[in-house]
Every structure is written in structure tokens, then in C-alpha cells.
């Protein structure tokens, strides 16, 4: 089995986190990761809206929805 390398990214962060940052520069960072990830889900889910014609009305029939499977 080969090691799996290192993605861009990882490398990129590396390269960011060989300096001794404070607290506050890590929550910043932390930050900005979390809302750049949430920012590409957003739009996404917004994809997937228009395509599938999505409506409040779909979900409310999802949360309606009973998909567990029957215990025998």
C-alpha cells in the first residue's frame, strides 16, 4: 500500500502553520476556513434548489417523511 500524499491544500496550511500564531490568530483562521467551507455548501444546496425545483413545500414533506426501517 503507498501513502497517500498530501493535497494542495494541506501543503498550502503547512506552510502556514510553521509560524507560532496566538490564539486569536488560530480562532481567526479557524474562522475563515469554517466560513469559506460554508459559504461553498451554501451554494451547493442553492445548485440543487434550482435544479430540483425545490420549495418550502418540499421540506416541510421531508420533515414528514418516515424513512426508518420497521424493527421485526
Known amino acids: 500500500m503507498q501513502p497517500q500524499k498530501l ?15 496566538n490564539n486569536q490568530q488560530l480562532s481567526d483562521i479557524k474562522n475563515l476556513l469554517a466560513n469559506y467551507f460554508a459559504q461553498q455548501a ?3 444546496m ?3 434548489w434550482e435544479e430540483n425545483n425545490w420549495d418550502n413545500d418540499t421540506m416541510t414533506e421531508w420533515t414528514n417523511e418516515h424513512l426508518r426501517t420497521p424493527y421485526q
Do not use: A, G, I
Not at 493535497?7 to 500564531?21: D, I, P, R, T, W
Open 46 to 48: 442553492d445548485k440543487l
Open 42 to 44: 451554501t451554494e451547493e
Open 7 to 21: 493535497s494542495n491544500l494541506q501543503l498550502e496550511l503547512l506552510k502556514v502553520f510553521s509560524y507560532q500564531l
